[in-house]
């Protein structure tokens, strides 16, 4: 494996532990109380984390197609990861014995990543912002 996968895969485990943390911060506190926002967040951990893969794999693969091609396949994958999400969400919801707090267990994991990069990010740009200020 050369060096630029090499950093590539270390970056997307630094990221996909934040996948982790939110399933452990979720799922062992309603351990005590909701044995179903225990499973939903478990689950959506689960796609989450298969969800974040394929897209590190999509990204990987359409760098070295042509335009349309990319663009096809891209949009396809698209749709497969969505109709995961779509799935997922309506096992939880189905289920007579897991219902609405199951998909509440599972928000928090599968939006994990969304919120992590934007905090980075903006902590990042206050950072930058507040060394230019004292420049």
Do not use: C
């Amino acid at each position: 494996m050369n060096h630029e996968l090499e950093a590539y895969w270390k970056l997307w485990w630094e990221h996909s532990k934040v996948i982790i943390y939110s399933v452990l911060l979720t799922a062992v506190p309603s351990m005590f109380f909701n044995h179903a926002v225990v499973i939903g967040s478990v689950a959506g951990g689960i796609v989450a984390f298969l969800n974040f893969r394929l897209i590190a794999l999509q990204v990987q693969q359409v760098v070295d197609m042509a335009p349309e091609q990319a663009r096809i396949y891209a949009f396809t994958r698209y749709l497969v990861r969505f109709l995961l999400v779509f799935l997922l969400f309506a096992i939880l919801l189905l289920r007579k014995d897991l219902g609405v707090s199951a998909l509440v267990g599972a928000i928090p994991p599968f939006f994990a990543i969304k919120l992590w990069l934007f905090l980075k990010t903006f902590i990042g740009h206050l950072m930058s912002y507040t060394k230019k200020k004292k420049e």
